[in-house]
């Protein structure tokens, strides 16, 4: 559609689809707008979208609002629901009905997140634009005034610390592969992306150091290498150059959407054979941080370890190994049998070992228990 409005601005926008009678009628209603902004000024034919694309234009998010199928030539959640519609048509009834379609059952918390607060966010640039008039939108309530409401959550898997004992039996019943993975994550508090996609370069194992780059996920960083890992990534960096992660079958991981693939299936595996069901990789980051905390690690110190403190200063230098943040990381619990096992010290011959068997897991336990009995009657 081009052109020039009353006013003589030109317009020169595309009607997003091949049929000439739909764009036709596109076309048609797009005069009607026109004559109708020039009548009765532009607060009377701004729609939604067009609102949308000036707020993205001027730095807005596109969080919550919804994304564009193309196979359809639609959009899903907020946006599908709101396209179209002109803003002075837009009601305080009409939206709490939209909300409720969109998230017909979460917390008033998650409605506000992820509704109220992208909408009025939008509504604000509106009215900054003259193009509606400004309201007091009604948010639902999260507590009732003067009580004090307390709302008990289910805990995700992954968002609290376990102890090494309990890491050590979940590791158990998990294949070489993710073995390595979790014990790498449980002995540095790496972010499991990070893990992921670093490559042995970034590894450097005589230094105790590893070189996180400058990410979407974050600023650069060093990360102290625990001197149980010393032996498994000497071997990694040596005899598997690349990619220092692998699959089973030694092929690199493949990242979706900053999150690791190819782990669901054995994870869930892995709780059902150890009956371990608190522990996820993420389950790594919060335990490293509380034992760092019973270990008197100065709360600086663990910050920097984690990646929360980095100052101007400290990024210039995170390739130089840290001796107090070595010294530091050094204090998380070592468990013998677990730092003792053949992949910790040839990790790359035995990476594609499979899983132990439920059976073998609960035969070898039964052993293990048998043995420790034994020792005290003869002890």
């Known amino acids: 559609m081009r052109g020039t409005d009353a006013e003589g601005r030109e317009v020169n926008v595309s009607t ?8 036709q009628g596109l076309l048609t209603k797009r005069e009607g707008e026109i004559l109708q902004e020039a009548i009765h000024g532009k ?19 596109t969080r919550f609002l919804g994304s564009f199928n193309e196979k359809t030539g639609s959009y899903d959640g907020l946006m599908g629901k709101l396209t179209g519609v002109l803003l002075r048509k837009i009601t305080q009834d009409f939206l709490n009905g939209v909300a409720k379609e969109l998230y017909p059952n979460v917390l008033p918390e998650t409605l506000n997140r992820q509704f109220w607060t992208p909408f009025i966010a939008i509504w604000r640039h509106a009215v900054s634009q003259d193009w ?3 309201r007091m939108w009604i948010r639902p309530k999260t507590k009732v005034k003067g009580t004090k409401v307390v709302r008990i959550k289910p805990k995700r898997v992954g968002s609290y610390p376990v102890e090494y004992e309990t890491a050590w039996r979940f590791v158990q019943g998990c294949g070489v592969a993710n073995a390595i993975i979790f014990t790498i994550l449980f002995y540095t508090g790496l972010r499991p ?8 370069t970034q590894v450097n194992v005589l230094g105790r150091w590893i070189t996180i780059p400058a990410s ?12 149980a890992l010393v032996p498994m990534l000497t071997d990694m960096v040596e005899n598997r150059p690349g990619k220092l992660v692998r699959t089973w079958d030694g092929e690199p991981f493949t990242v979706y959407d900053d999150n690791g693939g190819q782990m669901k299936k054995g994870i869930a595996a892995a709780r059902l054979r150890t009956h371990v069901f608190d522990v996820a990789p993420y389950t790594a980051r919060h335990t490293v941080s509380t034992q760092l905390v019973v270990a008197g690690v100065h709360p600086y110190i663990k910050d920097q370890i984690l990646g929360h403190a980095v100052t101007d200063t400290s990024r210039l230098y995170t390739a130089v ?8 990381i050094n ?7 677990w730092l003792g096992q053949d992949w910790m010290r040839e990790p790359v011959k035995f990476g594609g070992r499979r899983a132990k068997t439920l059976k073998r897991i609960e035969r070898e336990a039964g052993l293990t228990a048998f043995k420790q009995w034994a020792a005290r009657r003869i002890a």
């Open 216 to 227: 979407k996920i974050g600023e650069a960083r060093g990360v102290p290498i625990h001197e």
């Open 132 to 134: 509606c008039e400004p």
């Open 321 to 328: 190994p840290q001796a107090a943040l070595i010294e530091a």
């Open 193 to 200: 992306i990070e893990l992921f996609v670093m490559n042995t």
């Open 331 to 337: 204090k998380l619990p070592i468990i013998p049998e």
């Open 16 to 23: 997003r689809t091949a049929n000439k009678k739909a764009a």
């Open 43 to 61: 607060k009377a034919v701004v729609t939604w979208d067009h609102a949308v694309e000036s707020y993205l234009k001027n730095g807005g998010s």
